[in-house]
């Protein structure tokens, strides 16, 4: 390390792993203990270290300035209707908080503000769900960023707390019977993880204690469920992943012919066998159509039609074909005495930009389409429980901030239901480059860049993700802006691992073939070099959670690539990530540690295991926060340790380390900060400034 610079202390214990008859070294394995004495002495002289070196990074403050301003625009969430009333999530510009609204007829009131909750900021409404009458509504929230929430029911009319807390819940599905006085839900018992999960049926105003198993009991540990039931209460709906598998087993019950608390539940479809969804009209009888979108025989999906009395996939008759030039996102039904046939809106990505075609869903015949403002990604699509010829949904795309479009099936019209956000003329151009992977591959890469401003190389940031069939879709983001208005690039590359091409894509960077993600991103970082985007010791890479274990890889594999980089919340020690967090759901998209070929491969790309002394590692940023139940912090602590005791280079390797916040949803001000930040230390490597 520089002369200039002096680490804090992190001792090298000679502790070793045996795998599998090969030796791991494991030198920090004392930092996993977020307790122990030693991990709080070293994370107090970390936070020291970053905070000396965060005041040496020019502009700093007005990065941060830059970024609030980018996101201080009205954000909408997409509404709700339900009966005569609308609910719409809405943060105003310089808000910190999204405050959650009910509409009546032409009035508006506030329904659920957790500032009031929390004047600390660090409670979050992570989701809600009203009934089907729109008289009563469930949320979730939760504090401190741990996503372990707290169920609660209001009372439309008055505000009021109707029932609450269920405790032990976790980014669960509600599922309302009519009427209002009881629901569905997921949670787990006292003593299990997180991962572990049983479906409830609740009556509204009973103990928790005394809620019914439905579902779940004997089954794997690592199951995921989610529950739905149509708006006239007849069916209901059951998925069951194996963790973050995506071939979910998918059930049925009639609730006219079982009783809610004792469905009898029978397979649409076994695990392992593709994505299904059901989508069930109301009114539907047993024999007659409901219509399931589905990548089953179809890597990149399509729509069967089948009925509730018969719903196996042998009586699947196709509706909708696959694409060979795009991926089945979402099927959204239609139906209503004002329109003469069901119709189904259906969502794709096309190379990573969302598109919609309008079908009727008696012969799948395509009857038009419905446009959008450019090319970037939509949300999922809202529709009332009852009939109804309406749908909304939000759009962003690099230079419009997400906001919310209103479609009427019976005109065919498209346009804004929320107010349009003022930001002025699109200051942001953005491209889709191809370049070849290793193997080669066709890997495709936004590429944002200053608008009326064709002079290049620039300064640029790479980030991609490559994991769980997640797409890098188009979207708004004040990092992107920032950086482009302050005269730089900003790329993201659509990597195998992700969504972007189907599920053969997906697993194509998975388990055995996770070298191909790293090997994608690679090829764009050359392609951005070999275009003329940018010149060597000009490129930066960012990324977090999945993607933080990417810019591990990268900035392992390839360290004399980059000039700097921010791992986020990142996933760095393969040999033991699926002891921690929500590790074990993670094994279908990793493998696991227990099995000998599982574990080579982890071994062969683990960052933590890839840290080679005297090697001149770029700048590293690591971020992480104590409330990350998803991520432990774990993983930024060990790699942190083990580059600052191994580089050779002249920047630093620094943790930057956060409270009261988690993985997902915080505050604005927060996102900003943190944003803020990292974009000041790559500038700061780079030799970038603010606009």
Known sequence: MPSSRRYPDAPRDDVVQELHGRRVPDPYRWLEDSEDPRTLRWTAEQEVLYQAERATWPDADRWRAELAALNATDLVITPKARGSRIFVERRDAGQDHPVLYVREGEAERPLLDVRGLDPAGRTVLESWEPSVEGDRLACLISRDGTEDATLWVLDVATGAVADGPIDRVRRTSIGWLPGGEAFYYVGRL???????????LHKVGSEPDTDVLVFGEGRERTQFY?????????????????GTDRGAAVYLADLSTSPPGCPDLRPVQEAGQGRTRVRIAPGTGPHDP?????????????VVVCTPADPAPGAWRELIAERPDAVLDDLTVLSGPE???????????????????????TDGRELGTVPLPGVGSIGRISVRPEAGHEAWFPYTDYATPPLVLHYDARTGQVGPWSPVPGIGAPRVKAGLETCRSADGTTVRMFVASPSGAPDRPRPAILMGYGGFGVSMSPRYSPLIVAWVEAGGIFATACLRGGGEEG???HRAGRGPRKQNTFDDFDAAAD?????GWTRPGQLAIIGGSNGGLLVGVALTQHPEKYSAAVCMSPLLDMARYELHGLGPSWVPEYGSAADPGQSRTLLSYSPYHH??????????????SDGDTRVDPLHARKMCAALQHATSGKGPALFR?????????????????????????LAAHLGVSPA
Do not use: K, N
């Open 226 to 242: 989610t529950v739905a039931v149509t708006p006239d209460g007849r069916w209901l709906t059951v998925t069951a992943a194996t």
């Open 657 to 681: 380390f956060e409270r009261g916040v988690g993985h997902g949803v915080r505050a604005a001000s927060s996102g900003v900060a943190l944003f803020a930040d990292c974009l000041a230390f």
């Open 339 to 361: 329109l003469a046939r069901p119709i189904g809106l259906v969502s794709w990505i096309r190379h990573a930009a969302a598109e919609i075609t309008v079908h009727d869903l």
């Open 290 to 302: 409901m219509w399931l979108r589905t990548d089953r025989d179809a890597a990149r999906g399509r």
């Open 190 to 200: 006292a003593s299990e993880a997180l991962y572990q999960r049983r479906i409830y």
């Open 527 to 531: 392609h951005l070099v070999e275009a």
């Open 611 to 624: 840290v080679v002394p005297d090697v001149a590692y770029p700048p590293v940023l690591f971020t992480a």
């Open 503 to 505: 599920e053969e894509w």
